[in-house]
């Protein structure tokens, strides 16, 4: 007991109080130990207690367990805690109390309390200065609470702001990209040819919202049909640029002459006049007689075609592997011809290498082997078919892995 | 895939490019980053060293080319009639440029792009560096 009251006098509240009064409280105060983390009281209770610390921490918190919790202050040895419910008319809690550490507390009932200031009116006195010492401490924390929650506003505000412009130009570029797709869209034929006794299919994939692949069917005189497809280096934009202008340059070069090699190395100047940017693009070109089926054409660096009869019986790719440069690197490239006959039910897919070298997760190619057998499994299925599944195939063969290139195809069947 | 570059002495100075791993999409633009900074750096005559190397895309094959334009542009005059009049036949080869130990699938892509028809392709380094 002689313990408690030596420990009361210490108290700045109680510091003013004659001995017997501390003697007396010192018998009517419970003395209590208190667990870490203990919440002593919750803000918003009804509170009929006040507490003296005798040893160890308290934090006293606003709106506890909320986005807003706010560490208003950490109480110790000497200060008294949960005298505004006993102050207050309404006797709610205006804060929450939790435990540091162990602690030790003075715990007073609320009759006491008043019983207290009854006997000691000067007691409210220094009760009063003191809670004016709080509140100007708490007015300082708010002020610098507010100040730093304004600053937090005003980066926050910084960083929206950055990410509103950043959105705008992503969303501008998007949209400048989606016109150069529609663009590029509209260089391709709209319509697949209508040829007595023959079928076309098409597809045309691009990684990117613009790529460097196209095909091309030219109306030529008679019963001639120009056929091309060619795949650009590299992609995006710059891609998308070249593909264009190697696209309005075959058109013009394929009215001049009927020679697919003619051709390719008509194209193959003007490219090189055009371009400074050292841009390559491989080409295939041929020439359909819809009245022979003969297919003749000439092969810039592109992929030989693929040709399946109707007994199921193919043309090896390889066989024509010689004798074909990429356009836009020589003055002179060395271009052959070669002829092909699309006999009744015969299947010919023309493609870009975005189709057999497509990955799936292991880095295992698509590969030759299986568009050959692809195409001839096939071959009894419209041209457009043929294409679609084809595409499927492909799409299945990569899984999760991402398209790295642009997927091309052309189809022509002989009926 | 990794470049190891290594300078050998034919009759000229030949920087050799060991490479490891493909050429492809993902890896083109190292290949043609490195190749230029050898080309600046006062590299003439590269031999590029494929026998590590399993496959060639159409990227790869992109860069290669070129890095067959950068040198060429390098020596610009040099042997340009040669190559107007010769290309066409076949006869014309980059005297500063060339392939050695490719594996069959990537002679096969060098073939059908026609990069074969302007760079020499040869079975053994020592004999490719003496041949610059």
Redesign the interface.
């Known amino acids: 007991m002689k313990e408690i009251e030596q420990v009361l006098a210490q108290v700045p509240l109680f510091a003013s109080l004659p001995h017997d009064e501390l003697e007396y409280l010192a018998a009517a105060l419970r003395p209590i130990q208190v667990e870490p983390g203990t919440l002593l009281f919750r803000e918003g209770e009804c509170g009929d207690h006040f507490y003296v610390v005798l040893a160890g921490q308290a934090q006293v918190i606003k709106a506890l367990g909320t986005p807003e919790e706010l560490l208003f202050s950490v109480r110790g040895p000497g200060d008294f805690i949960g005298e505004m419910s006993l102050l207050g008319r309404d006797g709610l809690r205006t804060a929450s109390v939790r435990v540091l550490g162990h602690a030790r507390l003075l715990e007073m009932t609320r009759g006491d309390f008043d019983a207290l200031l009854q006997r000691q009116p000067a007691l409210a006195y220094e009760m009063v200065h003191l809670l004016t010492a709080r509140l100007k401490s708490s007015q300082d924390n708010i002020v610098h609470d507010l100040q730093e929650k304004n600053r937090q506003l005003t980066q926050a505000y910084e960083e929206l702001k950055n990410a509103q412009t950043q959105i705008i130009e992503k969303e501008k570029l998007e949209s400048e990209l989606e016109v150069a797709h529609n663009i590029q869209m509209s260089l391709l034929p709209r319509w697949l040819p209508q040829v007595a006794d023959f079928d076309f299919g098409a597809q045309i994939a691009p990684m990117s919202a613009v790529g460097g692949d196209f095909y091309d069917f030219i109306p030529l005189d008679g019963q001639m049909l120009g056929i091309a497809i060619g795949?650009v280096?590299?992609h995006g934009v710059p891609a998308a640029l070249f593909m264009a202008l190697t696209v309005t340059l075959l058109r013009a070069e394929a009215c001049r002459t009927c020679s697919p090699a003619e051709v390719l190395r008509g194209v193959n100047r003007q490219l090189l006049n055009l371009n400074n940017e050292?841009m390559?693009v491989?080409l295939l070109y041929g020439v359909l007689n819809c009245a022979t089926h003969e297919f003749t054409y000439a092969r810039?660096?592109?992929?030989?075609p693929i040709l399946c009869r109707a007994d199921g019986e193919w043309l090896d790719p390889?066989s024509d592997?010689?004798?074909?440069?990429?356009l836009g690197?020589?003055?002179?490239?060395?271009l052959c011809e070669r002829t092909l006959t699309l006999a009744p039910g015969s299947t010919l897919l023309l493609y870009t290498?975005g189709v057999t070298?497509t990955t799936n997760s292991q880095?295992e190619?698509f590969g030759g082997e299986r568009l050959l057998a692809a195409v001839c499994a096939h071959r009894n299925s419209p041209a457009q078919a043929v294409c679609k599944r084809i595409w499927e195939l492909v799409t299945a063969h990569r899984g999760d892995a991402p398209q790295?290139?642009d997927i091309t195809m052309v189809c022509a069947q002989a009926g | 895939m990794e470049i190891i570059m290594s300078q050998r002495q034919g009759r000229v100075p030949v920087t050799v490019f060991h490479v490891k791993g493909d050429i492809n999409t993902e890896t083109y633009e190292q290949f043609q980053a490195q190749a230029q900074q050898a080309i600046q750096a006062g590299t003439r005559y590269l031999a590029l060293d494929l026998a590590e190397v399993s496959y060639v895309s159409s990227y790869g094959i992109r860069a290669i080319s070129q890095v067959f334009t950068w040198l060429r542009d390098t020596s610009q005059g040099e042997d340009a009639q040669a190559l107007d009049r010769d290309l066409k036949d076949g006869k014309w080869k980059s005297p500063h440029l060339k392939l050695v130990n490719p594996s069959s699938q990537v002679r096969r892509v060098l073939t059908t792009t026609g990069v074969d028809m302007f760079l020499e392709i040869h079975d053994d380094l020592q004999r490719a560096v003496a041949s610059f």
């Open positions: 795949d280096s590299g050292g390559f491989t810039a660096g592109h992929e030989p390889d592997l010689e004798c074909g440069q990429l690197l020589f003055n002179n490239p060395l290498d070298e880095s190619l790295r290139d």
